[in-house]
């Protein structure tokens, strides 16, 4: 890979794993080096050591939030602060942190300093790219291109249109309990009623 495409680094739960591939895949189109676990991790390794090892060495790390990331226990907390610890070694006013939202949840209060992407937002890429385009700017990188008015948020899928039986235009003849129900218009027609050998013609 080029050694001008910037390197970011995408921190998220594995529960939002579909949607933040998604993400890595339009990266990767926009012209920048994304890391994702999944993506880069071989059997055998030492995941934790890597992780640690891609943020340390990651331009920018893109935070992503959901109503599960920031209510989840676990790695993702740890790997948010480690990236919050490299955030602290960085001058004053350098892009490196950039919470990205996947859904409507809450931003956690660390995060709350930083302006944050909204990716269900039809502009939303199209932002977080201006975020990512300043951090290259600022390491003399290449930037990044994105196609405007584009958005992570699912597409709800329309409700199926029931379909109507339609009723035939024909008269309809239905018998029960000895009788005879006749609907539609029976106007010159050759209708047969009555039971057994006491059949009646009408007219």
Not at 104 to 127: M, N, R, Y
Not at 143 to 155: D, E, I, R
Not at 180 to 185: A, K, L, P
Request: aromatic fraction near 4%; glycine fraction near 8%.
């Amino acid at each position: 890979m080029s050694k001008r495409k910037l390197k970011v680094f995408l921190c998220h739960a594995s529960e939002n794993k579909p949607i933040v591939k998604d993400l890595y895949d339009r990266l990767v189109s926009a012209g920048y080096e994304p890391w994702l676990d999944t993506e880069v991790l071989l059997p055998g390794v030492d995941w934790d050591l890597e992780i640690r090892k891609a943020l340390r060495t990651s331009d920018s790390v893109i935070v992503c939030l959901s109503k599960i990331s920031v209510a989840k226990e676990g790695y993702i907390q740890k790997e948010l602060r480690l990236a919050q610890d490299i955030q602290s070694e960085k001058p004053e006013g350098v892009v490196f942190l950039i919470p990205a939202r996947l859904d409507e949840c809450k931003t956690p209060f660390s995060l709350q300093s930083i302006q944050w992407a909204d990716l269900t937002a039809p502009d939303g890429f199209e932002k977080l790219v201006g975020g990512l385009n300043l951090r290259a700017k600022q390491l003399g990188k290449d930037p990044g291109s994105s196609v405007p008015g584009s958005s992570l948020a699912p597409v709800a899928k329309k409700p199926a249109r029931k379909r109507t039986k339609r009723k035939p235009a024909g008269p309809q003849v239905s018998a029960g309990n000895g009788s005879i129900v006749i609907m539609g218009d029976v106007t010159d027609s050759n209708v047969i009623s009555g039971s057994g050998s006491r059949a009646k013609k009408n007219r």
